[in-house]
Nanobody, 122 residues
Framework: QVQLAESGGRLVQAGDSLQLSCAAS????????MGWFRRAPGKEREFVAA????????YYLDSVKGRFTISRDNAKNTVYLQMNSLKPEDTAVYYC???????????????WGQGTQVTVSS
C-alpha cells in the first residue's frame, strides 16, 4: 500500500515557477515508477511527466518539455515537479501517481494522491 500527498500548488502569474512535491508513504516507493497528471476544468485527465524507479528514465508531455522537470529523492520518499515558465493553460489540479512501470497511461498507476491546485493567471 502506498499513500501519496501532493503539495505546493497555488496561484501564480504567467512566467512564474513553481515546484510541486509528492510525499509517499510505504516501503515500495524506491521501486515504484512515479507520474504526474493533471486535470483542467472541463477536460480529461492528462499525462504530464513520469520517472522510473531510479530516475534513469523520464517522459514528458510535449507541451511541457523544456519547462517542467520531474525528479525524485528516494531517501525522502518524494517526487518533485519543477514547473518553469508557467502558462495559463497549465492551470489544473495536479496529481501524482505510483505504479509498477514507467508509462504515460493513467490506468497503469495503482495509487493516486488527492491533488493540488495550480492556477496560472495571465
Amino acid at each position: 500500500q502506498v499513500q501519496l500527498a501532493e503539495s505546493g500548488g497555488r496561484l501564480v502569474q504567467a512566467g512564474d515557477s513553481l515546484q510541486l512535491s509528492c510525499a509517499a508513504s510505504g516501503r515500495t516507493f524506491s521501486s515504484a515508477a512515479m507520474g504526474w497528471f493533471r486535470r483542467a476544468p472541463g477536460k480529461e485527465r492528462e499525462f504530464v511527466a513520469a520517472i522510473s524507479y531510479n530516475g534513469g528514465r523520464t517522459y514528458y508531455l510535449d507541451s511541457v518539455k523544456g519547462r517542467f522537470t520531474i525528479s525524485r529523492d528516494n531517501a525522502k520518499n518524494t517526487v518533485y515537479l519543477q514547473m518553469n515558465s508557467l502558462k495559463p493553460e497549465d492551470t489544473a489540479v495536479y496529481y501524482c501517481a505510483a505504479g509498477v512501470v514507467i508509462t504515460t497511461t493513467p490506468r497503469s498507476y495503482n495509487y493516486w494522491g488527492q491533488g493540488t491546485q495550480v492556477t496560472v493567471s495571465s
